[in-house]
């Protein structure tokens, strides 16, 4: 869309999605043109809201996409419908950013991935750990060589309670496709491997529980079909291993624990939260000239982009989105391993 002056947009799903279109509000690059949502309450408060035209207000995903009049989607909805609204918003033309999970398989994913090939439109994750100014230092401070190699990591988000909309779609494995692991961990994930650049990974070994899950929905009389906590660990074609760790209910210290550990042959790096909150600091620990440095970082300077302003600007710039879909991909394969090997007690391959 080089020369184009704004990218009309729709929002389908105005749980977050609703963030989403008040960003697509603000950015002068993008008109918000539609929206969608099976509740139309939430429909009416937010096309009032944000002043989108009452005969552009869809009551489903589906609708807004055959309604045309767009060149992109955000698609926010549980994760079940992540793939079939991005492949029919593809086949209509149009680009796509898909919130994470990218999708509840690997088969999805990779189908979600060659269908935005075929229809030569971008397809981003919205992998949002990353667009932080912090991740961005950190980032740069990987790729400038700070660190060197890195050959191990650990990536972590624990809650000591919150499983999200008890009894609702985050639990309910037909519409989920698994607990904390593609909720939380993926974005763990997704920026330990963005600061590792990459590496293709080879196999996994997890285990996965529902203990205290199971106990509340008993307790609660809810549905609960998936894990509360997940753990494994991954391996890489280039000899690095990272351990993963993410749950939504475990007997731990702080309501919200996040860590990304990574470290390389020079040097090492953390990112984590401060005392349970959303706030977060980032050290660097280097050997140099025979001694041990820790290098912590008072403010980054360079603002990161929000990712919907990514988005947008990689459409209007003819360039792929920062988040990928084969990002989003990769992510996929380690997550449903990670569940296969659960499942099974066994190490589980991935194949390229
Ligand atoms: N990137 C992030 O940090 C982040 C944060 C929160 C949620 N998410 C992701 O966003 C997605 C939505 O999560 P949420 O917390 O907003 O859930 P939610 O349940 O609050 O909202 C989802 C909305 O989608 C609507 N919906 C369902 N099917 C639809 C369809 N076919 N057409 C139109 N609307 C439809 C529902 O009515 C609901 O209002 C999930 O995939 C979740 O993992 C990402």
Redesign the pocket.
């Known amino acids: 869309m080089a020369g184009a002056e704004r990218v009309r947009v729709g929002v389908?799903?105005?749980?977050?999605?609703k963030n989403h279109a008040k960003r697509f509000a603000e950015n002068p690059r993008a008109e918000l043109v539609a929206l969608?949502?099976?509740?139309p309450a939430?429909l009416t408060e937010w096309g009032d809201t944000l002043k989108v035209d009452p005969a552009r207000r869809h009551a489903?995903?589906?609708e807004l996409i055959a309604a045309g009049g767009l060149d992109a989607v955000c698609v926010?909805?549980?994760?079940k419908?992540?793939a079939p609204?991005t492949e029919a918003a593809l086949e209509a033309g149009l680009h796509v950013v898909c919130?994470?999970?990218m999708a509840m398989t690997v088969a999805e994913a990779r189908s979600m991935r060659d269908a935005a090939r075929t229809a030569g439109r971008n397809l981003m994750i919205?992998f949002?750990f990353r667009f932080s100014d912090m991740s961005f230092a950190l980032k740069q401070q990987v790729d400038a060589g700070t660190i060197g190699p890195i050959y191990f990591g650990r990536t972590v988000w624990h809650r000591r309670r919150g499983i999200?909309?008890f009894g609702g779609?985050f639990g309910n494995r037909e519409l989920s496709g698994g607990g904390p692991l593609i909720?939380l961990g993926v974005?763990r994930m997704d920026l330990a491997l963005w600061l590792m650049g990459h590496p293709q990974p080879v196999n996994v070994c997890g285990a996965t529980y529902d203990v205290i899950g199971r106990r509340l929905a008993s307790e609660q009389d809810k549905h609960f079909s998936v894990e509360d906590l997940a753990c494994g660990i991954i391996r890489f074609a280039n000899g690095a291993a990272l351990l993963v760790e993410a749950s939504w209910a475990v007997h731990n210290q702080h309501p919200e624990e996040m860590i990304t550990q990574l470290y390389g042959e020079r040097g090492g790096l953390v990112q984590r939260n401060l005392e349970g909150t959303y706030k977060f600091e980032a050290e660097l620990y280097t050997e140099e000239g025979g001694n041990f440095f820790t290098k912590r970082l008072d403010k980054a300077l360079k603002p990161a982009p929000a990712s919907m302003d990514e988005f947008i600007a990689s459409i209007l710039e003819d360039r792929p989105p920062l988040a990928t879909a084969d990002d989003g991909v990769r992510v996929q394969q380690i997550i449903n391993a990670l569940y296969e090997s659960a499942a099974t007690g066994r190490e589980v391959r991935i194949e390229p």
């Open positions: 389908i799903g105005l749980g977050i999605g969608a949502d099976l509740n939430l489903s995903g589906e926010a909805t549980p994760n419908f992540h609204l919130e994470k999970p919205n949002s999200p909309k779609w909720d974005h």
